[in-house]
């Protein structure tokens, strides 16, 4: 059984708990300068007025005056994350993250000595509350594609256990957007035939969806099925490190865009050098509304783990694939691979890394140990 862990409106959580004078307000994390102009989570309070991540700011602002807006705090997040992740690896060591606040757990290994998915599902939501005051999501299926939808059809707090029988009885009535592969344009197309719902998709033959969309019609088809034979990748194994986010609406303005690409590349950054690896390539991911999906990937001159060099590789591989005219973006990633260990690395003493190592090295440290001060650079766009 799969286990699919996603904590709830994450950045806006810890900030809360760090700050408890917030509760209960409206908060966003992300802006509010101009080269940031995007809220990067909203807690549910600020939710209720329409605000969601990816937003961008002034509109966040506009929808709720009263708005709390909190600074991306990226080394609190990692160092946070860092101790989720210590709670799963009590149950288990097949973990495969998808990002700082949300992961995939394989239990297939541990039920004996835990009994059931569903119970590990339960102490992993109740070691988080109650040792870093934290609220949790968990979706509990025999796969990846039910796990993650399953933690995400009760939030805030949800615990969702959808059993192999029952896999069918839990997808069928779900609209079909609830698909991976299925985005706004698919969407209509089916709807067009009359088909709103999985179990619709499941009526419908392979061949049939098929010849109407193609490979992705076949996928869709079999996911609809809750067919879905990936595997969990533990990152202690994986060869890169990534994040990624699907908005909740496309987004085609490109301030916007670059505004969370920062936010991705400082995510990843962060992790690396809590790994204390440094990377060679940087990769990133777009996909269009159309479900076309580039991966860009770009050499390094030299191994890092500055987010300054990582963001310059990033921006210039943004640049070049982000084609002109109207775009519309569904899901943004950014990724670096071709690790090596730190103290491998030569050090030139004379170039300008020591003053970029020691501002990033200086600024985890602050954050980690002094959540409240807020070290900040203005990334230019
Ligand atoms: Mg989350």
Redesign the pocket.
Known sequence: MIIHI?????FASVEVREHPELEGLPVVVGGPSATRGVVAAANYVARRYGIHSAMPMSQATALCPTLKIMSVNMPLYVSVSRQIHEIFNRYTPDIEPLSL??AFLDVSGSLRLFGSAAEIARRIKQDVRQELKLVASAGVAPNKFVAKIASDIDKPDGFVVVEEAQVQAFLDPLPIKRIWGVGKKTEQKLLNYGISTIEDIRRQTPRWMQDRFGKNGEQIYQLAHGRDRRRVVPDSRAKSISSETTFVEDISDRNTLSGWLINLTEQVAARLREKELTARTVNIKIRFQDFNTVIRSKSLGESTAQTQKIWQAVKALYDQTLPAGAVEVRLLGVGVSGFEEENQQQGDLFSEDIKYDSLDEVSDRINQRFGKLKIHRGWKK
């Not at 996603?6 to 994450?10: G, I, P, R, T």
Request: glycine letters at 0%; hydrophobic letters at 45%.
């Open positions: 996603d904590m709830d409106a994450f606040d949300e």
